[in-house]
C-alpha cells in the first residue's frame, strides 16, 4: 500500500499484486513469466484467491485510514473552537440541538458584555418550550454568567447553590426576497439546456444548502456555470425587498437575527 498526505492509504490493485507476484516466482525458480504468460497457470490458481484476499485486506485498512483521519479532524476542531467562543457556542447548539444559530459581532463600547443570540427554532412546535430550556441550559453551562443576555425569548436557570441567571435569545427576523434569474445559452454549448423550472430548482435547492440564519444574500453564489448550468455562457441573479418594485445585484447585508426567505412562486426564471 501506499500513502499520501493527500490521498491516506492506497490499496494496490490487482495488476499491481500480481506484477509482484510474477516478479518474485521469477526470482526464486529461475522463470521468465509476464504477467499475462503467468495467467492461467496452476500456481496462478492458486495465488489468485490469495490476492483477491490482500486486495479485501488493504481495502479495509484504507477505508479504516479514512474513518480514523475523520475522527482526528473533528476532534481536533472540537479542540481548536472553545466551547465559549461564538463558533464554539454556535456549534454546540447545532451538535446538540440540530439548530442554526447568530450571534452578532460586538464592536462597541456600550454593547461589551452583552449578548446578542438568535437561534432559528420553530416557536410554534410543540416540543418548543422544552427546546428553549435546552438552549438556556446551553448557554448555562458554557458563557460567562456576568454577561448581559439580549432578545425577546427569555428564561432562567438555576445553579446548582441555589443562585438563578436570566438568559434570553431572539428569534428569526424574516426578509423575504424575489428572485430574478436570467440565463443565456453559450453559443459554443452543444450541451442539454435546462428547462426554467429545473433551473428554478437548482437555485432553489442551492439556497437552501448554502443559506443560513445572519448570513447575507450573495446572489451570484447560488448559481454558477461549472457546478450547475455548464450550458450557460452568462447567468444573472437579482433580487427584490420591496415586492418586487426594484431589482438589485450588490450583496444583501444581514442583521444577525436576519433570516431571509424565498418562496418558490417568487423565483422567476428566463432562458435566453
Not at 496452476?42 to 484476499?53: R, S
Not at 428569534?171 to 426554467?196: C, D, G, M, Y
Not at 424565498?262 to 422567476?268: R, T
Request: glycine letters at 6%; hydrophobic letters at 35%.
Amino acid at each position: 500500500m501506499t500513502y499520501t498526505v493527500t490521498n491516506g492509504y492506497s490499496p494496490r490493485s490487482y495488476d499491481t499484486i500480481l506484477a509482484e507476484c510474477v516478479e518474485i516466482v521469477n526470482k526464486e525458480f529461475g522463470a521468465s513469466y509476464t504477467s499475462q504468460s503467468f495467467a492461467g497457470t496452476n500456481l496462478w490458481k492458486f495465488l489468485y484467491a490469495t490476492i483477491q484476499g490482500l486486495m479485501t485486506v488493504e481495502n479495509n485498512i484504507a477505508e479504516l485510514g479514512v474513518k480514523l483521519q475523520d475522527y482526528i479532524r473533528t476532534q481536533n476542531e472540537s479542540l481548536i473552537i472553545p466551547r465559549s467562543s461564538y463558533d464554539g457556542i454556535m456549534q454546540i447548539i447545532k451538535d446538540e440541538l440540530g439548530l442554526t444559530s447568530s450571534i452578532k459581532v460586538i464592536d462597541t463600547v456600550e454593547e461589551a458584555g452583552q449578548i446578542f443570540l438568535a437561534v432559528d427554532v420553530d416557536a410554534e412546535s410543540e416540543d418548543y418550550e422544552d427546546r428553549k430550556a435546552q438552549i438556556f441550559k446551553i448557554l448555562h453551562e458554557n458563557m460567562g454568567a456576568g454577561l448581559f443576555y439580549n432578545g425577546t425569548e427569555t428564561g432562567q436557570v438555576t445553579a446548582s447553590n441555589g443562585q438563578v441567571f436570566n438568559y434570553s435569545f431572539d428569534l428569526p427576523s424574516e426578509t423575504a426576497l424575489k428572485v430574478k434569474i436570467q440565463v443565456r445559452v453559450s453559443e459554443n454549448s452543444t450541451l442539454f439546456v435546462e428547462t426554467p423550472p429545473q433551473i428554478k430548482n437548482k437555485f432553489l435547492e442551492n439556497f437552501a444548502k448554502f443559506y443560513r440564519l445572519g448570513f447575507d444574500f450573495e446572489p451570484q453564489i447560488y448559481l454558477c456555470r461549472d457546478r450547475d448550468l455548464p450550458f450557460a455562457s452568462e447567468i444573472n441573479v437579482t433580487y427584490s425587498t420591496d415586492g418586487g418594485a426594484e431589482y438589485k445585484t450588490d450583496v444583501l447585508e444581514a442583521m444577525y437575527d436576519e433570516k431571509f426567505t424565498i418562496n418558490p412562486d417568487d423565483v422567476e426564471v428566463e432562458v435566453i
